[in-house]
């Protein structure tokens, strides 16, 4: 089932396709070229029929390399199909890198069919291929593929200009030309896809924006390449590089797997407790949100540890409150600690930093907790601001716990800056994984999550509609209650991430992403967790393509 939400790294999917293709024969490159053109024929000729497009030809814009080769055997079988066509290609015929790579002999395949001409084109020579694109119907994109590692320039450059300028409908090949196939960043300048064919497996860089927006719709095919998971034996050699870095796309398959079983005889401390550590006076929104989604997410009891002062001010609810000593200030005071020993040892999970203040008091006392806490704990916003001017902190059982960061506090948390996290967002997840010893939920679009032992997880649900104050607080309180009701550490922050991004969407269906507030989204967690248990939860496109389940879509015409 899970097969294919794999995400190999480009370096672990080149290596696997050239083991495979030495273990098989020296052509099956060829082989492995034809299924992959194949299929994006097919699929291309299922988007010009279900999007009734335009009346002329399709056009392919190939490049040199292999990506161009893919885009020669699409012109071949939608030829046979008898869907008029034309192909424009990067230089002249002297150009190849090898005249024996598979893109060179399916260009010689090409010369050689009737009726088939390839129409060479250079930065000095365009306005042939701008002619042929705007009396398109559809244009393939097989110019540039994976591991582009520098800006794209000269012939490249303008013909993406002219592909994105042209509004006509596009299908790229593998990836969108000029994406970075692990980052998703935009290499100088990148097709803006309607469908994305990609072979074998999905490529991270169709997931991390700016890619993501670039790719369309996403088709995942098969184009015969073995298990990445699983490879037979004629590649056990290669197994140790296959086997890490090891990234996924978190599914509603993975959440209903992982969710607890709840016994038709339980109680509420069957469900778990969760102590919350978290408020100061004039921050009550933020532990309260945290609060009632942790009893929206099926935990047992929810304990709100909070300054006595913030206490007078709370409206009756479900949650309990335990008052603290407060600081002059309306923060929690360090000698609260005492107070909270006896919960501490009571609780099955413990949240800390919703609205806790910034105070020398209150980081003293955050420090100490961690130092001591030995359960599952998740650590969010001035939690996560406590640690950053926290020096030489050590967690106790590192394992156990999950941080939260948006990009500005792990930018506190690491010294890394924004910028460059949001320029690699698996890279910085993964390092502050390393740095800390435990699972980080690195917040945004798309959240990736890093584990010390089960990988990193992209998570393809949430919208912009949640970038709004308090969303955080929200998904501090799914993954608190779900640590509670026993989940291991990495799969509840994977899966609180997953349902918290699907509330999210919920929220936004109904009321329109525009206006959209944190407690929407609270109000949808219980139904998008009753959805994932009953298998009724469909997910996002991407998922039920990598499940199996996608269908035909229309053109994307954002």
């Known amino acids: ?9 480009t370096a672990q999917l080149r290596a696997l396709e050239a083991a495979w293709i030495k273990a098989c024969h020296n052509d099956w490159g060829l082989v492995l070229m034809e299924a992959a053109g194949l299929q994006a024929a097919h699929q291309a000729e299922l988007f010009v029929k279900a999007n009734a497009v335009t009346a002329g030809p399709v056009v392919i814009v190939c490049g040199r390399g292999n990506n161009g080769g893919d885009g020669l055997v699409v012109a071949r079988h939608l030829q046979r199909q008898h869907i008029p066509l034309s192909i424009y290609m990067v230089g002249g015929t002297g150009k190849d890198a090898s005249s024996h790579s598979e893109s060179a002999i399916n260009k010689k395949i090409i010369e050689n069919c009737a009726g088939l001409t390839i129409h060479y084109f250079d930065e000095d020579s365009l306005e042939g291929l701008e002619e042929a694109i705007d009396r398109s119907s559809l244009v393939v994109d097989a110019l540039l593929g994976t591991g582009l590692d520098r800006d794209v320039k000269g012939a490249y450059a303008e013909a993406i200009a002219i592909i994105n300028s042209s509004g006509k409908p596009v299908l790229a090949i593998d990836l969108p030309s000029g994406i970075d196939s692990d980052r998703g960043q935009i290499m100088g300048d990148a097709v803006a896809a309607d469908l994305t064919v990609t072979f074998g497996y999905l490529k991270a860089g169709l997931l991390h924006y700016p890619g993501a927006q670039h790719a369309g719709v996403i088709r995942v095919v098969d184009i015969g390449l073995p298990s990445i998971n699983m490879p037979p034996p004629a590649l056990d050699d290669l197994s140790p590089q296959l086997a890490s870095p090891q990234w996924w796309l978190a599914t509603h398959a993975h959440v209903r797997n992982w969710l607890p079983y709840r016994p038709p005889d339980g109680h509420k401390g069957t469900f778990g407790k969760v102590l919350a550590i978290a408020g100061s006076l004039g921050m009550t929104g933020a532990p309260m949100l945290a609060c009632r989604t942790v009893l929206r997410s099926g935990a047992g009891y929810v304990i709100l540890a909070t300054p006595k002062v913030v206490v007078e001010h709370l409206p009756p609810e479900e949650i309990v409150y335990l008052p603290l000593d407060a600081t002059t200030s309306g923060g929690i005071d360090l000698s609260a600690w005492q107070q909270l020993q006896e919960q501490l040892a009571d609780a099955q999970a413990v949240l800390i930093g919703p609205g806790l203040g910034a105070e020398k008091a209150t980081v003293d006392l955050v420090e100490r907790l961690l130092s001591q806490i030995d359960k599952p704990c998740i650590v969010d916003a001035d939690g996560l601001n406590a640690i950053a001017k926290s020096k030489g902190l050590k967690l106790k059982t590192a394992e156990n716990f999950v941080f939260t960061p948006h990009p500005k506090e792990l930018e506190r948390l690491t010294g890394t800056k924004v910028a460059e996290i949001q320029a690699d967002r698996v890279a910085a997840a993964t390092a502050a994984c390393e740095k800390f010893g435990c699972n980080i939920v690195l917040k945004g679009a798309h959240t990736v999550v890093a584990t010390p032992t089960e990988g990193v997880y992209i998570i393809p649900t949430g919208n912009s509609g949640m970038a709004t104050p308090g969303a955080g607080d929200v ?32 929220a936004a269906d109904l009321l329109g992403e525009d206006g959209v507030v944190a407690s929407d989204i609270t109000q949808f967690v219980s139904h998008v967790i009753a959805e994932i248990r009953d298998g009724q939860m469909s997910g996002r496109d991407i998922e039920q393509e990598v499940l199996g389940l996608g269908e035909q879509p229309e053109r994307n015409e954002n």
């Not at 089932?1 to 790294?9: A, N």
């Open 475 to 506: 998904l501090s309180g799914v993954i608190a209650a779900l640590l509670a009701q026993g989940m291991h550490p990495s799969y509840a922050a994977v899966a609180g991430a997953y349902i918290h991004g699907a509330a999210g969407d919920c």
């Open 1 to 9: 089932m899970y097969e294919l939400s794999r995400i190999p790294t």
